[in-house]
């Protein structure tokens, strides 16, 4: 009984685990749930380092839910495979990876930074829920239970946002992001019903075995498309990003920017490995393309004037996740065309990928910085704010690392990716590169009046009694920074690790589907 | 809520207790019925919200012990949790109770279901959604009331 | 050392932007030791000039608030601007028509 | 011409749902246009699973070879509702808490997260 084996299957029963023990063991005082919420994710994210090595190793790696065997995916000569199916492939298990670092570090910081409020119990356990549903749907094969891992997510993100019930504002972002994530739900449910009543089949690489492009598949496309798009936050319907964001308790925005990257991995899953191929015309890769573009410039736009830091670096997700989008929508566009692919769709998805990586980790450093901000001052407008930079050192550091790196500047992870996807996605049209560039200097411009406003200037009275942040939110934001560091200090080692075979394998759908269909014994 | 009539209360008292019976009855035949952990747990929850409709809120307050639902909530999430882990050398949820469909058609139905864990699984699944239902019902009743009486601190953290 | 990556049609190296890095500070530190060597630590020739008049101690009177900067870019841009934000309006229902109409638009081009 | 009665059914319900979430400005009602877009959604499960003259998946109760109706729709749809359920309560309890800090239910007047 090698353990290897069982690990998807373990990347979901440790936060489990960590949801259903957290009532009990907060009856035992605080120290132990900090130890709870600390230990159980730190073993989350060991258990994805494990599996992503495993996946590297050994191929895609297949696992049944209550099956004889951990691969019997078709047994006994059944045509399609009936249990739910974990289908790991190495890019879900590089979105495994970045999703439980982030978790990782949400639950360090969120140890102090909680520590004032009630019902912290709930919290955990809603915080693992999060981290389950985020994990669950990035490792699924099975579309309806991508469904439901979106639902488990989704609810425990409303609770999660409006968690401050009595501050009015984190309350309505609660709700509209409620409002819209459930109607989006819905139309996702009648494209999964659709999908089953004509396949009679569930799993993903069944569906993709055996999928025409008809009128029903495209409007399940529309829908699926749609409902994911939203989730991840492009340009139309972004509003409730922001309001989510900036209302949320920083543990958890640091948590919900990679949820938000789980339902971008799932518009990339359907669109390349469920469709792929037979993706007839191109009219999505253009749609994604195009909402891609939107969200960068009126993203970045929106957010240069807004004066409340933490709805700023909301506007800031909106247009970075336009730039995944731009990048996996240029080399959903070549897909079928080798010799595009070969120039420069492959170098595309290289550094839209690679630029999911970088996202998760300077985005959620940033919203913990605004948080420490937050914690120390109390505040949350930068008119009030100033010459914070003496009394928290550590916190301006890593603010700085974090800020060079999402505007893009040389040594740091975000310009490689950004590299890649300007170069790449210019041979498609210069225009999309001009837009991106356009975008990347007003997010220097946007993140140059926080750092001024915020953190230089001359020294205020009203901060003397200020004090850098505790260590256990030091921590949380030193896991982050040493992410973007190692991404810049090696970016080729990386770049071949981590992103190159999540590229292949995302663009290599026969593989996908032979790992279930090919009778996987 | 005012409690009601002499005649409701009286109705509820002999009516309550066997709604919860027919409830755990559903639950306990889920695997072979079309019932369930899910309709049986919802079915047990109405047992509180009948006594909250007859009783009113504050009698039922102070009546009622949230630590069972509490419980009943956990208990029912570890024991699935147990019983999908002892699946583990074969797989994650694995039904390692289950009796083969011949040796159960010779034998007839034994002791242990012949749907293993699943039966285990449903009666697991039934004491949670009846503690959860229940505390759902308790804390939107409380929720109605939030702000009015009960002294409600501002939450000391943020508004330092 | 730290491996060059190769983007297709150029490459980005770590190394090689430290080591300019370095002497691009070691020459803008010598440029900045050339300055006059009377300037004393902690004396008057720190005052902030204020353009002649008292600073004020508490450092809020002279501290420029966010929403000032960029105020050229927001007049510039005032008629983009109001239609931007006149789009978020914030309420509940409008975010799911732009998610309906967006749904619909994608359903009727792809159907075309 | 019955077979595809219960689709039209659920182009109905939906389209009240989706109606009504635009034309309704008291949250409540929004959360009910809410739960008729899933009862539609659920009601479109349930239909795709439908074999003409087929009896209860259950062999238990069913007995032996006789045609069956698709059991993994009804189960799809069992856990739609849960997940409603789920949704509709914390939906409704966000609403209360909304009605006591705003003092309206009426959805355009909430609106102090905008531009």
């Keep these: 009984m090698n353990w290897n084996d069982h690990l ?77 199916i974990m289908e790991v492939d190495a890019f879900s298990a590089f979105m495994v990876v970045c999703g439980s670092i982030a978790s990782f570090a949400g639950a360090l910081f969120s140890t102090n930074y909680m520590e004032k409020f009630s019902g912290i119990g709930r919290f955990v356990s809603l915080y693992f829920l999060l981290t389950l549903g985020m994990l669950g749907m990035m490792i699924t094969g099975d579309f309806f239970n991508f469904f439901i891992f979106i639902e488990i997510a989704s609810i425990a993100s409303f609770g999660l946002v409006a968690f401050w019930r009595d501050k009015p504002e984190a309350v309505e972002a609660g709700l509209k992001y409620a409002l819209v994530s459930q109607v989006g739900s819905m139309i996702f449910l009648i494209a999964a019903g659709s999908l089953y009543g004509k396949y009679n089949a569930l799993n993903m690489a069944a569906i993709g075995s055996m999928l025409q492009f008809g009128v029903m598949e495209k409007l399940a496309l529309v829908f699926i498309v749609g409902t994911l798009a939203m989730k991840c936050g492009s340009f139309p319907m972004h509003m409730w990003l922001p309001d989510a964001y900036a209302e949320a308790p920083s543990g958890v925005s640091c ?137 928290m050192p550590f916190t301006t550091a890593m603010f700085v690392i974090a800020a060079a790196a999402i505007s893009g500047l040389p040594p740091f992870n975000g310009f490689v990716s950004k590299l890649l996807i300007y170069e790449s996605v210019f041979a498609v049209h210069p225009a999309l590169t001009v837009v991106a560039l356009l975008t990347s200097v007003l997010t220097l411009a946007s993140f140059v009046k926080v750092f001024q406003t915020a953190f230089l200037g001359p020294e205020k009275s009203v901060f003397t009694g200020v004090r850098e942040v505790p260590s256990g939110m030091l921590f949380g934001m030193g896991v982050l920074t040493l992410a973007v560091l190692g991404a810049t200090l090696f970016p080729s080692w990386t770049l071949s690790n981590l992103v190159e075979p999540a590229a292949k394998a995302l663009v290599d759908q026969a593989g996908y589907i032979g790992a279930v269909m090919g009778g996987g014994l | 809520m005012r409690p009601l009539s002499i005649v409701v209360r009286t109705g509820c008292d002999l009516f309550a207790w066997f709604l919860v019976i027919f409830g755990s009855t559903i639950i306990i035949h ?66 390692f109770l289950a009796v083969p469909h011949e040796i159960a058609q010779a034998t007839g139905h034994g002791v242990i279901p012949p749907s293993g864990t699943i039966a285990l699984m449903d009666i697991a699944v039934g004491l949670e959604v009846a503690g959860g239902l229940s505390l ?5 009743f409380k929720g109605v009331r939030l702000f009015r009486e009960e002294h409600f601190e501002e939450e000391s953290g943020h508004d330092r | 050392m730290f491996g060059t990556v190769y983007t297709g ?60 900067a960029y105020w050229g870019f927001r007049k510039a841009m005032e008629p983009f601007y109001k239609v931007l934000t006149g789009m978020h309006t914030g309420i509940g229902t409008d975010i799911v028509g732009f998610y309906v109409l967006t749904v619909a638009f994608m359903a009727v081009f792809i159907l075309l | 011409m019955i077979g595809n009665a219960p689709f039209f059914v659920v182009g109905l319900l939906f389209l009240a749902g989706l109606v009504a979430i635009f034309m309704e400005k008291n949250l409540i009602k929004i959360a009910v246009a809410i739960s008729i877009i899933s009862s539609a959604v659920n009601l479109f499960l349930v239909a795709l699973g439908y074999r003409a003259g087929g009896t209860i998946p259950v062999h238990y109760l069913a007995g032996e070879e006789t045609l069956m109706v698709l059991p993994t729709p009804q189960a799809m749809t069992l856990t739609a509702i849960v997940i409603a359920l789920a949704t509709t309560a914390l939906l409704l309890s966000l609403i209360m808490l909304v009605y006591r800090l705003y003092g309206t239910l009426d959805v355009d007047e909430i609106r102090r997260l905008r531009g």
Aim: glycine share 14%; hydrophobic share 55%.
């Design chain 2, 136 to 140: 759902i019902v308790l804390s939107m």
């Design chain 1, 255 to 391: 948590l919900l920017v990679a949820v938000s990257q789980a339902s971008l991995y799932g518009l990339m899953r359907v669109c390349f490995s469920l469709y792929g191929i037979n993706l007839g015309g191109s009219f999505i890769p253009w749609m994604i393309i195009s909402m891609g573009l939107a969200s960068m410039f009126f993203g970045v736009t929106m957010a240069v004037v807004q004066h409340e830091i933490k709805r700023l670096i909301g506007y800031h997700s909106v247009s970075q996740v336009g730039y995944m989008l731009l990048g996996l929508g240029v080399g959903l566009l070549v897909l079928t065309d080798a010799r595009g692919m070969a120039e420069y769709g492959f170098t595309a998805m290289k550094g839209g990928i690679f630029h999911i990586f970088n996202y998760t980790m300077y985005k959620g450093l940033l919203f913990l910085a605004a948080g420490a901000i937050y914690y120390a001052t109390g505040k949350r407008d930068l008119n009030e704010m100033g010459g914070l930079a003496r009394r």
């Design chain 3, 9 to 68: 049609f150029g490459y980005w190296d770590v190394t090689a932007w430290i080591v300019f890095f370095a002497i691009a500070s070691g020459l803008t530190l010598w440029l900045r030791a050339q300055g006059r060597d009377d300037y004393k630590e902690g004396t008057d020739q720190d005052e902030i000039y204020w353009s002649g008049n008292p600073v004020p101690d508490d450092g809020a009177e002279i501290s420029v608030p966010a929403s000032s």
């Design chain 1, 8 to 84: 998807p299957a373990l990347l979901l029963a440790v936060p489990l685990f960590g949801a259903f023990m957290a009532p009990i063991v907060c009856l035992f005082g605080k120290t132990l749930r900090n130890v709870l919420l600390i230990g159980i994710s730190f073993v989350t994210m060991l258990v994805a380092l494990l599996l992503w090595r495993n996946v590297l190793v050994g191929g895609i790696a297949v696992y049944v839910m209550g099956g004889e065997s951990f691969n019997l995916t078709l047994p006994s000569g059944m045509a399609l495979p009936i249990r739910i």
């Design chain 2, 30 to 95: 889920g695997d072979v019925t079309p019932g369930g952990g899910f309709q049986g747990g919802a079915i047990v929850a109405t047992f509180l919200s009948l006594l909250l409709v007859a009783y009113g809120g504050k009698k039922l307050l102070a009546w009622v012990n949230v630590g069972i639902f509490n419980g009943m909530l956990v208990f029912g999430l570890l024991a699935f949790f147990l019983l999908g882990f002892l699946g583990f050398p074969h797989s994650f949820f694995f039904n």
